[in-house]
């Protein structure tokens, strides 16, 4: 089973960024899929999440309007597209498959947004 998160970097207050996290090794279109990150000194907190088959989305309230979640099951993909991009948003962001009774992580890709 691997989750392997990409597309972080370090990015200027109020621009974008695409996270991918690529599946593989379990049935992807069977798990929901979410993202979380974790600040310097911080708990891990969820940032958005999607059913299996992508009809439901949620989302924490500090990132509704400026992230969404999304995911190709024929690619085993899931995106996290993060707009007007504060510095508060800065962490390490993890890719997280979940189940019943299964749930997977990645290794996280980092985010930093500063000037």
């Known amino acids: 089973v691997q989750l392997v998160e990409s597309g972080g970097g370090l990015v200027q207050p109020g621009g974008s960024l695409r996270l991918s996290c690529a599946a593989s090794?379990?049935?992807?279109?069977?798990?929901?899929m979410s993202w979380y990150r974790q600040a310097p000194g911080k708990e891990r907190e969820l940032v958005a999440a999607?059913?299996?088959?992508?009809?439901?989305?949620n989302y924490a309230d500090s990132v509704k309007g400026r992230f969404t979640i999304s995911r190709d099951n024929a690619k085993n993909t899931v995106y996290l597209q993060m707009n007007s991009l504060k510095p508060e948003d800065t962490g390490v962001y993890y890719c997280?498959?979940?189940?019943?009774?299964?749930?997977?992580w990645g290794q996280g890709t980092q985010v930093t947004v500063s000037s």
């Open positions: 997280y498959a979940y189940r019943l009774g299964y749930n997977y």
């Open positions: 090794g379990f049935s992807f279109s069977s798990y929901r």
């Open positions: 999607i059913t299996n088959a992508g009809g439901s989305t």
